[in-house]
């Protein structure tokens, strides 16, 4: 995969979604629970928004001196065995990585849940060079099997349900019991045993490196990624370079607020911590651990006004606010990013040609950025994205361009304002029946497709208080 | 105290009699109301849609048309929060900025004026019914206007406020959202209209004339019968 996900354009996408009825109530309720669950574990905690700023500021300082903290990490990696590979794009992490594989001649690669492995379409690159890839997240693997994209990004199968999940592992798997949820975790279970035995490489992502450490930090429920990262000899770990905490302090803060805000989890099940390469005196580790640091279009957001989209800590919580993401799903997006942070993200990485409509899809509700751990503006980002998309790419059509023009000579222009006021019921009187328009001309008619329009008043404000003002004048002359 | 009323193009327009309402409470609050014409639209429409050259123009000729305000008072927190960006939008004018600030520092929307500002939360008026009240985004996620409609409301006598379930999630006006995303605008106020239903409340209250044109489009499509009023009619109600 790659950050694209597929062809459609936005508007069948959008439809797509909208109508997938099923897929929408999964949705709804599962933003419900993740709402409920924040919210709790927040109050829980206490101070929430204290907990908010320091995970700003720990963000901000980070990307501020962010190479220095990536020297560190990558000092503190080769002193414990390991092996650091920075990548420009993602033709070179995935080049590398194959050519770890080669040299080891690995033909069976197990992953646990990874973003940026999705975005750099890792697991294409793996199988182009003859090994198998399996992925061992319960929802990965699902979508793996179905060859369907993630819709979200902490819980990626979220639009799918029990009885489609039984189906796929039917018909993939021949599988033979019920949809019971339970029997279904427990069947994926049994299958990927076999899978991490026979592995001859563990790829995970990463949450957090801790750069004094030099240590890996993994955040999961499911404890796949500790089987990832213990069972095969080779290691691989792929993280964004954005993905780093000064030291073990900053780390506990930050995932403090992930597990809160991602799920309502005051901690996970686990949190793994992978330090480097089994050294001479200890009994456990790998005997071989890459790390590979991952820029792809990162460091041309470091020193924009977009440098804090790079503070995310890929919690979701934007997403599970999201009422647009609620009514057309994480598809829809046709990121592997999808919600705000998607909308966000997506034109930083990928350009605007592809993702030009992504930043219009919000009403600026502001729920995301209300929801942020970390107080990105989600939602200013997208008006400084739009204006991009208007003044510098230009990707707007002329008819909205126009409008906009007459707009500003318009409410620049008091006595043409006036006039409109004035005017306004007379122009709209064709469509108007009993105080309403129901179907309305030009621009009215996508909204009155859904609702109706009011009628404009017959005198307005402005006419009313004139005539007040004039009228009080009259009777203190009299 | 002297207060210039910020009527928003929406009131001035379509909802004149919010605008009446507004003035009539404020000068019942014992505060005396003018009206600088040269006003006309915040500006916001172009702004969220990227059009920050196009929005300049307005947000200038704003900034003229209030410059010799003491306080300046909107029945919108939207529209205020727009106010509120100028300074922002006009960093890189210096001269402009600074009157930019000015202007933001006294301008209130209508109810956060009368609680912070005059001190006052009962206004005294009477309103018989039910109704629920739906909590704009603007005016509570940026303007960060939450409890001061709500605790006028609480003191209007006869009136029986139910809660709004999800009364935070957004209605999906967002300005032009709701014609460039109109598929989704239309998913969005048709969730809201059906928890506005589910309350049972004679009347929808909000604090924003856009969001409530939405909602009240869409419930009259529904043909639903609850009735739409602007908090400023119900707070001038006697
Ligand atoms: S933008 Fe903020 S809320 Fe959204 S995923 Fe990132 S950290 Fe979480």
Same mark, same amino acid.
């Given at each position: 995969?790659?950050?694209?996900?597929?062809?459609?354009?936005?508007?069948?996408?959008?439809?797509?979604?909208?109508?997938?009825?099923?897929?929408?109530?999964?949705?709804?309720?599962?933003?419900?629970?993740?709402? +409920?669950?924040? #919210?709790?574990?927040?109050?829980?905690?206490?101070?929430?928004?204290?907990?908010?700023?320091?995970?700003?500021?720990?963000?901000?300082?980070?990307?501020?001196?962010?190479?220095?903290?990536?020297?560190?990490?990558?000092?503190?990696?080769?002193?414990?065995?390991?092996?650091?590979?920075?990548?420009?794009?993602?033709?070179?992490?995935?080049?590398?990585?194959?050519?770890?594989?080669?040299?080891?001649?690995?033909?069976?690669?197990?992953?646990?849940k990874?973003?940026?492995?999705?975005?750099?379409? #890792?697991?294409?690159?793996?199988?182009?060079?003859?090994?198998?890839?399996?992925e061992s997240d319960l929802g990965e693997w699902i979508l793996q099997?179905?060859?369907d994209?993630p819709s979200h990004?902490v819980t990626p199968a979220l639009h799918k349900?029990?009885?489609?999940i039984?189906?796929?592992?039917?018909?993939?798997?021949?599988? +033979?019991?019920?949809?019971?949820?339970?029997?279904?975790?427990?069947?994926a279970?049994?299958?990927?045993?076999?899978?991490?035995?026979?592995?001859?490489?563990?790829?995970?992502?990463?949450?957090?490196?801790?750069?004094?450490?030099?240590?890996?930090?993994?955040? /999961?429920n499911e404890?796949n990624?500790?089987?990832?990262?213990?069972?095969?000899?080779?290691?691989?770990?792929?993280?964004?370079?954005?993905?780093?905490?000064?030291?073990?302090?900053?780390?506990?803060?930050?995932?403090?607020?992930?597990?809160?805000?991602?799920?309502?989890?005051?901690?996970?099940?686990?949190?793994?911590?992978?330090?480097?390469?089994?050294?001479?005196?200890?009994?456990?580790?790998?005997?071989?651990?890459?790390?590979?640091?991952?820029?792809?279009?990162?460091?041309?957001?470091?020193?924009?006004?977009?440098?804090?989209?790079?503070?995310?800590?890929?919690?979701?919580?934007?997403?599970?606010?999201?009422?647009?993401?609620?009514?057309?799903?994480?598809?829809?997006?046709?990121?592997?990013?999808?919600?705000?942070?998607?909308?966000?993200?997506?034109?930083?990485?990928?350009?605007?040609?592809?993702?030009?409509?992504?930043?219009?899809?919000?009403?600026?509700?502001?729920?995301?950025?209300?929801?942020?751990?970390?107080?990105?503006?989600?939602?200013?980002?997208?008006?400084?994205?739009?204006?991009?998309?208007?003044?510098?790419?230009?990707?707007? /059509?002329?008819?909205?361009?126009?409008?906009?023009?007459?707009?500003?000579?318009?409410?620049? /222009?008091?006595?043409?304002?006036?006039?409109?006021?004035?005017?306004?019921?007379?122009?709209?009187?064709?469509?108007?029946?009993?105080?309403?328009?129901?179907?309305?001309?030009?621009?009215?008619?996508?909204?009155?497709?859904?609702?109706?329009?009011?009628?404009?008043?017959?005198?307005?404000?402005?006419?009313?208080?004139?005539?007040?003002?004039?009228?009080?004048?009259?009777?203190?002359?009299? | 105290?002297?207060?210039?009323?910020?009527?928003?193009?929406?009131?001035?327009?379509?909802?004149?009699?919010?605008?009446?309402?507004?003035?009539?409470?404020?000068?019942?609050?014992?505060?005396?109301?003018?009206?600088?014409?040269?006003?006309?639209?915040?500006?916001?429409? %172009?702004?969220?849609?990227?059009?920050?050259?196009?929005?300049?123009?307005?947000?200038?000729?704003?900034?003229?048309?209030?410059? %010799?305000?003491?306080?300046?008072?909107?029945?919108?927190?939207?529209?205020?929060?727009?106010?509120?960006?100028?300074?922002?939008?006009?960093?890189?004018?210096?001269?402009?900025?600074?009157?930019?600030?000015?202007? %933001?520092?006294?301008?209130?929307?209508?109810?956060?004026?009368?609680?912070?500002?005059?001190?006052?939360?009962?206004?005294?008026?009477?309103?018989?019914?039910?109704?629920?009240?739906?909590?704009?985004?603007?005016?509570?996620?940026?303007?960060?206007?939450?409890?001061?409609?709500?605790?006028?409301?609480?003191?209007?006598?006869?009136?029986?406020?139910?809660?709004?379930?999800?009364?935070?999630?957004?209605?999906?006006?967002?300005?032009?959202?709701?014609?460039?995303?109109?598929?989704?605008? %239309?998913?969005?106020?048709?969730?809201?209209?059906?928890?506005?239903?589910?309350?049972?409340?004679?009347?929808?209250?909000?604090?924003?004339?856009?969001?409530?044109?939405?909602?009240?489009?869409?419930?009259?499509?529904?043909?639903?019968?609850?009735?739409?009023?602007?908090?400023?009619?119900?707070?001038?109600?006697?």
């Open positions: 995969m790659s950050i694209k996900i597929g062809t459609k354009t936005y508007a069948d996408r959008i439809q797509e979604g909208i109508d997938n009825t099923f897929m929408r109530h999964a949705v709804s309720s599962a933003q419900g629970r993740f709402r +409920t669950g924040r #919210l709790k574990a927040a109050e829980e905690l206490g101070d929430w928004e204290d907990w908010r700023t320091l995970g700003e500021e720990i963000r901000t300082h980070t990307m501020e001196n962010l190479d220095y903290y990536l020297y560190q990490l990558s000092e503190q990696v080769e002193k414990r065995g390991g092996t650091v590979f920075f990548a420009e794009t993602a033709e070179e992490a995935n080049t590398y990585v194959q050519k770890v594989a080669e040299e080891k001649q690995a033909r069976k690669v197990v992953k646990s990874s973003m940026v492995t999705e975005e750099i379409g #890792l697991n294409e690159a793996l199988e182009k060079s003859g090994c198998e890839v399996v099997l179905d060859e994209p990004i349900n029990k009885s489609q039984r189906e796929t592992f039917v018909k993939k798997k021949g599988y +033979t019991k019920t949809d019971d949820p339970e029997e279904l975790a427990a069947f279970r049994e299958q990927l045993r076999q899978d991490f035995l026979e592995a001859d490489i563990g790829v995970t992502g990463c949450n957090f490196a801790v750069a004094e450490s030099g240590t890996v930090t993994l955040v /999961t404890g990624a500790r089987m990832v990262s213990t069972l095969p000899d080779t290691q691989i770990a792929v993280m964004g370079m954005e993905r780093i905490v000064p030291t073990w302090e900053e780390l506990e803060v930050l995932v403090s607020l992930l597990t809160r805000a991602a799920v309502g989890q005051k901690l996970t099940s686990y949190i793994t911590s992978l330090t480097g390469t089994r050294l001479e005196n200890e009994v456990d580790g790998p005997e071989d651990f890459h790390l590979v640091i991952v820029d792809n279009g990162r460091s041309k957001i470091l020193g924009t006004e977009f440098q804090s989209a790079l503070h995310c800590i890929r919690c979701a919580a934007c997403i599970n606010v999201c009422p647009v993401y609620r009514h057309v799903g994480g598809h829809s997006y046709n990121s592997i990013y999808p919600g705000p942070i998607g909308a966000v993200l997506t034109p930083l990485l990928d350009g605007y040609e592809d993702h030009k409509e992504l930043p219009y899809a919000s009403s600026l509700c502001a729920a995301c950025t209300e929801a942020c751990p970390v107080k990105i503006p989600l939602h200013e980002h997208l008006i400084r994205h739009r204006e991009i998309i208007v003044e510098k790419e230009q990707k707007t /059509t002329k008819a909205e361009r126009l409008a906009m023009t007459g707009f500003a000579q318009w409410a620049s /222009t008091p006595a043409a304002y006036k006039l409109s006021t004035k005017m306004a019921g007379t122009v709209l009187k064709p469509w108007t029946k009993d105080g309403s328009i129901k179907n309305g001309p030009g621009p009215m008619k996508a909204w009155t497709a859904a609702r109706d329009f009011p009628a404009p008043a017959k005198k307005s404000f402005r006419t009313w208080f004139d005539e007040r003002e004039k009228r009080r004048e009259k009777d203190d002359r009299l | 105290m002297n207060v210039s009323l910020f009527i928003t193009c929406l009131c001035d327009t379509f909802t004149p009699d919010v605008g009446k309402d507004t003035v009539q409470l404020l000068e019942r609050c014992g505060c005396e109301v003018d009206f600088p014409a040269g006003q006309t639209c915040c500006g916001q429409p %172009a702004y969220n849609s990227g059009y920050t050259t196009q929005s300049k123009q307005a947000v200038k000729q704003m900034i003229t048309a209030f410059e %010799a305000s003491e306080y300046v008072v909107g029945p919108s927190g939207s529209c205020v929060q727009m106010v509120k960006e100028y300074p922002h939008i006009l960093r890189d004018e210096p001269e402009w900025r600074k009157r930019a600030e000015h202007l %933001a520092g006294r301008t209130y929307e209508l109810t956060q004026f009368i609680v912070a500002v005059l001190g006052i939360d009962d206004v005294h008026s009477t309103f018989q019914g039910t109704a629920t009240y739906h909590p704009s985004c603007h005016m509570t996620r940026l303007l960060g206007v939450k409890d001061a409609p709500r605790r006028l409301l609480e003191n209007v006598q006869g009136l029986t406020l139910i809660n709004l379930p999800q009364g935070e999630d957004c209605c999906g006006f967002g300005g032009t959202f709701a014609v460039k995303n109109a598929a989704i605008s %239309a998913q969005m106020v048709e969730e809201k209209s059906c928890h506005v239903t589910e309350t049972k409340a004679e009347y929808l209250i909000g604090g924003d004339m856009g969001c409530l044109m939405n909602i009240g489009g869409r419930l009259s499509r529904n043909e639903e019968d609850v009735k739409v009023l602007h908090i400023a009619q119900v707070l001038n109600s006697q």
